[in-house]
């Protein structure tokens, strides 16, 4: 699979979200705002912006970013909403949707609309938080200020083309420096450089606009780590550097020298225009290709609940014609030639529509790990770490509706392991481990639910900082607490731990976006942990959309579904395989081991049953790692079964994960095989107390 | 509260009467909200649930959707619980739930006025107090009217599960 594969579904799921932007938007009180809607809000513009940055869409990550700072305020109370802000933010809303619209036709969006929103939204934050929206605004918010002095805003906007330009490189580490240093080379001449760690600057003679340039660095390090101006000519080099941190004044000192250059460069107007019609005829031919690029996209967006009723009204049609067969081959009147064609005919239509309906919700694990490797090599290169990505269980199959909702999670999880998680090669180093670190993305059916765990072998959950930062958030917390609990804690609503805010992770949004879209989904997360040997998140969905491999097997005259992902083997036990224990045990030996033997038809209470193991057939099976013998009558078959879930309409059963519907329409449980064995040992103890149904209740709360 | 429950207290409100579904259990006539009531079906394939209270079927396969079954007879000993071809399952949806309700017959659906409806005596009724939102009188004919919700959410039913878990 290509990147390029999920694009549309990128593009679905960014129209959503500011479909729900917008929305909260509009409902937003300005006086009184809505937490919930603000968090709401921010999450939105973060999680496109996430998307953005994976899919390389730059103006796209761009606005988002500097929207999501203005938005970041906004929920902290820092930022006085007014009605025409929040203007702005649908404008900023509109201007990603025509972005959006303009990478799904394969354009690229509008720089000049770009240049204006962004400048909008530096401006805003200007005024109003008094800071530039990100530092790599200064050079750019420059511009911004400078159409205040000049008459004409539209022939500022763009940034001059071609020129010398100041490039400031802020807090870049070597490595990348000298990456960053070589890219630059290509762009043009570097007519000189110097400086350190916080601040190295090149001199370039380029071709190319500042935008240009940024949007090429922009590949390696963040927009604020990057400040580009242009000089006016060559010989004032020497102008003094602003500083990063006097903000606005540094900023006006720039839009001074900006406009000074727009004035004393009279001949810049022509190159100008000249680049303005350049700009122009490389648009041209995108705007021509439009018409057939067009694709409104390929795909159709429909709620799981309405595939869920095609698929349950196809298995009815399946149902009412194996009984117009049944009837048909019953039937003592002539055989119709015809009838029993049509018939066929349409017994094979029916199975061919099953097929085709269920293939519509089921997709291989594959569809979500693999948008992870190009996510993790990108994120690895930008924080300078070595990470190796292992994904198992690619083939698990899981439903649609699942794995697009999973994907949000997990990309904030792998961020965070790779952020936060992973050392970099030299501390690893230090740690004794291997310069490379390890993320494993896996998926497993386990004791009826599905199990997706990111494990990273990184440093581990830091105890003491955690708890650190919950008091100091104003969050309950004791040195007394459990692993588990402190580990819980990094879900709550604005938590991180991370010292510095970036566009990979730590904003504190993410772990709280886990764990509410994983609930949604009526599963739960989990933490493993430990100092130095990496951090485990494991999610655990419940299998409600999931399609099993069901054994079905029959005892009595019921059936039940077995899990086939926890058989390992089935035999007939022989007289002298089978050993008896005092307080009602039997143990069952296969081959070295002796296995403790369940008989469904004692946990289940199923009349009819075979009771003589001998006669029986015992299914070995595994389950919460530990392995024992299923006594039932007989195999029926294996097939897919759907898993219906049973706490819809109903409640837990205790040994059963969730039910299904057979052939024949009617219900069968699906055995949770764990639990069945739980389920068994509580009804053996309550034999010996005697009191059977009390004890059942006392298990079902579990 | 959901729209059809408040659309039908408009109603009553306005009109002051209401449509009841009219099932008999024994010799006993109840009836329940109309609007509660998703179908009427036949008792069929019904997959018996293990270590479930006696009056809890099991659970039938409702075009593809789960749905649990209950013998009320067998929950308050209304009568003999036989299953024959008269007996019919009431589907009501109650909190956001689908529930089949076995009953021997349905009779019909009828609109009592706001003077048919009386409240319930203290005492003398099969089902306790709390289910009962009165008595309808309807000619000679006296019919319970059950708080079908109230009744299949209460924690005795057992069909959903307590909350905090």
């Known amino acids: 699979m290509d990147i390029t594969d999920f694009y549309d579904t990128f593009f679905e799921e960014a ?45 796209l990550q761009r606005t988002t970013h500097l929207l999501e700072n203005l938005l970041d305020h906004a929920r902290r109370g820092e930022l006085q909403l007014r009605r025409d802000i929040v203007d702005t933010f649908l404008e900023a809303k509109d201007m990603l949707n025509d972005q959006l619209d303009a990478y799904r036709q394969g354009g690229e969006p509008d720089p000049e609309a770009l240049e204006r929103i962004c400048e909008t939204l530096r401006r805003l934050a200007l005024e109003e938080i008094g800071e530039s929206a990100d530092v790599e605004g200064a050079g750019a918010a420059a511009s911004g200020a400078a159409t205040a002095p ?20 802020l807090g870049v580490a070597d490595k990348d420096r000298n990456l960053l240093i070589e890219e630059l080379g290509q762009l043009g001449d570097i007519e000189g450089q110097d400086g350190d760690d916080t601040e190295y600057r090149v001199t370039l003679k380029s071709s190319l606009s500042a935008d240009d340039i940024e949007a090429v660095m922009c590949f390696v390090v963040e927009p604020e780590q990057l400040s580009i101006q242009a000089l006016s000519a060559p010989d004032d080099g020497g102008d003094p ?3 990063e941190e ?14 000074k250059s727009a004035g004393e460069e009279t001949a810049a107007a022509a190159p100008r225009a000249d680049a303005d019609t350049d700009s122009r005829a490389r648009a041209a031919p995108k705007k021509a290709a439009k018409p057939q690029a067009a694709g409104e996209s390929t795909s159709i967006r429909v709620p799981v609940a309405k595939v869920d009723q095609i698929i349950n009204l196809v298995g009815e049609l399946i ?21 029993v064609t049509g018939l066929n005919l349409l017994q094979r239509t029916a199975r061919d529509l099953q097929e085709a309906v269920m293939s519509v919700r089921m997709v291989p694990m594959d569809y979500v790990f693999s948008r992870f490797p190009r996510l993790v090599r990108d994120l690895a290169g930008k924080l300078g770490k070595d990470v190796e990505l292992v994904t198992e269980g690619k083939s698990t199959e899981l439903d649609k509706g699942l794995t697009e909702r999973i994907i949000d999670p997990l990309t904030h999880l792998v961020r965070n392991s790779l952020d936060h998680g992973i050392e970099t090669p030299d501390r690893r180093e230090a740690a004794g481990k291997p310069r490379t670190g390890q993320l494993t993305l896996s998926a497993q059916h386990q004791g009826g639910n599905i199990l997706i765990e990111v494990a990273d072998d990184g440093g581990g959950l830091n105890r003491e900082r955690i708890l650190a930062k919950a008091r100091s958030s104003g969050l309950a917390v004791s040195d007394a607490m459990g692993d588990d609990e402190v580990w819980q804690l990094i879900f709550a609503p604005g938590f991180s731990t991370a010292e510095e805010v970036s566009d990979v992770s730590g904003r504190g949004v993410g772990m709280d976006v886990v764990k509410r879209n994983i609930q949604a989904m009526g599963g739960h997360v989990e933490i493993l942990s430990k100092p130095g040997q990496g951090t485990t998140t494991r999610i655990v969905l419940p299998l409600t959309l999931a399609i099993l491999d069901g054994m079905s097997i029959r005892v009595g005259r019921e059936m039940f579904i077995l899990p086939v992902s926890a058989v390992i083997e089935s035999l007939q036990p022989g007289a002298d395989d089978l050993y008896s224990l005092a307080g009602g045990d039997t143990l069952l030996k296969v081959r070295e081991d002796y296995l403790p033997v369940v008989a469904v038809h004692h946990a289940m209470d199923v009349a009819g049953a075979i009771t ?16 024992y013998a299923v006594l039932v009558d007989d195999l029926v078959g294996q097939q897919q079964v759907v898993v219906k879930n049973l706490e819809t309409n109903y409640r837990k059963v205790p040994g059963v994960s969730a039910a299904t519907i057979l052939g024949d329409g009617s219900v069968a449980l699906i055995l949770d095989v764990s639990d069945l064995h739980r389920l068994a040992q509580s009804k053996k ?17 579990s | 509260m959901s729209n059809a429950t408040a659309l039908q207290h408009t109603v009553a409100v306005e009109t002051g009467s209401q449509e009841f579904l009219v099932f008999s259990l024994g010799d006993e006539e109840y009836a329940i909200d109309i609007l509660k009531v998703q179908e009427i079906r036949g008792y069929e394939n019904v997959t018996r649930i293990a270590n479930a209270p006696d009056f809890i079927k099991g659970v039938a396969n409702l075009r593809g959707v789960i749905v649990p079954i209950v013998d009320l007879r067998i929950k308050f000993r209304l009568a003999e619980a036989n299953y024959d071809e008269q007996t019919v399952v009431i ?16 009779s019909d659906v009828m609109t009592l006025t706001a003077e048919q409806r009386k409240p319930a005596p203290e005492f003398g009724l099969s089902l306790p107090l709390d289910y009962i939102h009165g008595l309808g009188n309807l000619d000679d004919r006296m019919l319970v009217l059950v708080d079908i919700e109230k009744l299949l959410t209460s924690e005795e039913m057992a069909l959903v599960e307590e909350a905090g878990e």
């Open chain 2, 91 to 106: 589907v009501v949806n109650i909190a956001e739930r689908v529930v089949g309700i076995v009953v021997d017959r349905v």
């Open chain 1, 612 to 627: 003589d193991p001998t006669r029986a057939i015992a299914v070995i099976v595994q389950g919460e790692g530990r392995r």
């Open chain 1, 319 to 339: 149902i009412t014609q194996s009984m117009l067969n049944q009837v048909a081959e019953d039937s003592d009147t002539v055989k119709d030639g015809a009838l």
């Open chain 1, 15 to 59: 129209d959503e979200l500011l479909a729900e932007m917008e929305t909260h938007l509009l409902d937003l009180d300005v006086d009184q705002p809505d937490q919930e809607r603000l968090n709401a809000i921010f999450r939105a513009a973060h999680s496109i912006k996430g998307g953005a940055g994976t899919f390389g869409f730059e103006a």
């Open chain 1, 241 to 243: 550097q602003p500083d």
């Open chain 1, 150 to 169: 000049a008459p004409a805003p539209e022939t500022a906007a763009p940034a001059p083309a071609g020129g010398r330009f100041r490039v400031a490189l």
């Open chain 1, 685 to 701: 103890d309550n034999r010996i107390f005697g009191n059977v149904s009390q004890l059942v209740e006392e298990v079902e709360p």
């Open chain 1, 246 to 259: 006097s903000g606005a004044g540094a900023v006006a000192e720039q839009s001074a020298v900006q406009a």
